[in-house]
């Protein structure tokens, strides 16, 4: 298998994130583009190729693709999944699993014994600086892991219509940060959240939150603290902290040059940061099929699973039912 053919289900942002990483790698090619909204899929063929229809089937039973990544929307992952894990077909989804723990379970022993990998989209994993500084963490540069600080803020809230159906903050927009706080802390065992509206009147009526604190410890004492809001004027703001018995590691925000600028008015002035998730993750994306078709081809690789979906999801209902209560939610990732 030199050359994996990819089928795409789904042509919204995220699938042309994917669409335009599957043509900087020269071992993928774009094989099939779903959407239901047809007009959709001919764009994004239109700029990096690929058969276009409207109906899943079409990709998942062609007989022409070797791994499927499923970025449709989050109430059709289930069902897709299940076909694709049923047709052997190597898969990536994008996050979450569904919005439902129940309903994820339901696929939990399919998952399990797939003939063929099933990978979740948590691209931050594969951020160079982020996993820059985990290798270091995992090399012991700071000696015991004791304490990790994750902040991550939108530029903007979302549209109304997509806050609407999201599942809340914690399991759409903070569940990127609950795996990446796994994959510093594999076992966690407490979730304590608070939640605010500070800013949204939209957000507010829908019954949800636009800004977050989460508190998680780790079953050897290990501190996790989440601080999310769905507005940063500033830009897209992105940083990791790691705290240790013998130092500190910390990823700041990335702008689009290191040019500083000094005047009478401003010191180390610098460019804005970058202002949207598709620019300050698109090394993430790309890095994260290139570990997708290591998976797809069996060799070793660094591609979270099943599981961690779930875990992610775990934790968020955790926080969600937290931040409800004003209680601490014992959990277990492992189980």
Request: glycine letters at 8%; proline letters at 5%; charged letters at 25%.
């Amino acid at each position: 298998m030199d050359q994996l053919r990819i089928g795409l289900i789904g042509a919204g942002r995220i699938s042309a994130a994917h669409a335009k990483s599957i043509d900087e790698l020269p071992e993928l090619t774009l094989q099939r583009v779903c959407d239901p909204v047809v007009e959709n899929a001919e764009r994004l063929a239109a700029l990096y190729g690929g058969t276009v229809s409207s109906d899943p089937a079409d990709v998942l039973g062609a007989g022409d693709v070797d791994a499927v990544i499923i970025a449709s929307p989050t109430p059709t992952h289930v069902d897709l999944l299940n076909t694709a894990i049923a047709a052997g077909l190597p898969t990536l989804c994008e996050k979450p699993i569904d919005l439902d723990l129940a309903r994820v379970d339901s696929l939990r022993a399919a998952a399990a014994a797939a003939s063929a990998p099933v990978v979740l989209g948590f691209n931050r994993r594969f951020d160079p600086h982020f996993a820059g500084l985990h290798r270091r963490v995992t090399a012991g540069d700071i000696g015991r892991l004791e304490q990790l600080a994750i902040t991550s803020r939108d530029p903007a809230p979302a549209p109304r219509a997509y806050i609407e159906s999201s599942g809340g903050i914690f399991r759409d927009m903070t569940i990127h940060d609950f795996d990446m706080a796994r994959f510093f802390v594999p076992d966690i065992v407490e979730v304590t959240a608070r939640g605010a509206n500070q800013f949204s009147d939209d957000i507010r009526e829908l019954g949800d939150f636009d800004a977050v604190v989460v508190v998680l410890s780790g079953a050897d004492g290990e501190q996790i603290t989440i601080t999310n809001s769905r507005r940063a004027v500033y830009g897209y703001d992105q940083r990791l902290e790691a705290f240790g018995s013998d130092g500190l590691l910390t990823v700041g925000n990335i702008t689009d040059t290191a040019v500083r600028h000094w005047s009478g008015t401003a010191v180390e002035s610098l460019e804005p940061y970058q202002n949207f998730f598709l620019e300050r993750y698109a090394d993430a994306y790309r890095l994260e099929l290139q570990e997708f078709a290591k998976a797809a081809r069996g060799e070793p690789n660094r591609a979270p699973g099943f599981e961690d979906g779930r875990s992610a999801l775990v934790l968020a209902d955790a926080a969600e039912e937290s931040a409800r209560t004003g209680r601490t939610v014992r959990v277990s990732t492992n189980d």
